[in-house]
């Protein structure tokens, strides 16, 4: 499937040149007039950034970077400005855009922000998928397996955990081993790993 570029931008003319260069480039395109427009729209779920008008008849793209961020989406935004300044740019930046083009802009600059974005976009999908997955293996463990496989990333050894939980040495490797089983762990620095992308303690 095809990346998708959502284009919000009060200048229906400029969205239209925006469209032809970004389908030239084997990219889907949806475009939008106002920010109303694009919030009413359902967002496909697959790759995907937003190219976005800093000023749009009485909004701010600012403002709507700002409440999508608040939403909880993390789309991927290049803002483009015909009024831009340093401090705007700058806070742009910090408030997380992948990058601030000054109109017109050039093409081969346009195209490189895009591809930045969707490649953002894309390395964003491949972690959440990676921690779904995680806590979706995680939640088949038992609760004496999720102690043990805390306690041992951790660094306890397996006297220590057995001290610790107040069992034998023995039935700490067999929840340990369980443990690795379940999570698709090949090696304990995998499990370990593991549990620091799911922040266990």
């Known amino acids: 499937m095809k990346p998708l570029v959502y284009i ?11 469209s032809s260069l970004l389908r030239s480039a084997d990219m889907d395109v949806a475009t939008f007039g106002s920010v109303a427009d ?4 359902c967002r496909d779920d697959r790759n995907s950034c937003l190219l976005l008008d800093v000023r749009l008849g009485g909004h701010s793209g600012m403002d709507l970077h700002a409440e999508l961020k608040s939403q909880g989406c993390a789309l991927p935004v290049v803002f483009m400005t015909g009024f831009g300044d ?3 740019s700058v806070r742009a930046m910090k408030a997380g855009a992948v990058d601030f083009l000054a109109k ?25 998928a990676t921690l779904a997955g995680l806590r979706q293996r995680y939640q088949t463990l038992t609760p004496r397996e999720r102690e043990i496989m805390a306690l041992a990333a951790r660094g ?11 069992t034998s040495e023995i039935t700490v490797k067999i929840h340990r081993g369980q443990a690795m089983k ?12 593991m549990a620091e992308a799911l922040d266990l303690r």
């Open 156 to 166: 306890l050894m397996n006297k220590q955990i057995a001290a610790e939980v107040g």
């Open 86 to 88: 340093i401090p705007m």
């Open 8 to 18: 919000v931008d009060d200048d229906a003319a400029l969205r239209e040149a925006l």
């Open 38 to 41: 694009f919030m009413e729209h």
């Open 104 to 128: 017109p802009v050039r093409v081969e600059e346009l195209l490189d922000a895009v591809n930045q974005a969707l490649a953002r976009d894309a390395a964003d999908r491949t972690e959440h």
């Open 182 to 193: 379940k999570m698709q762990a090949k090696t304990f620095a995998d499990l370990v790993r």
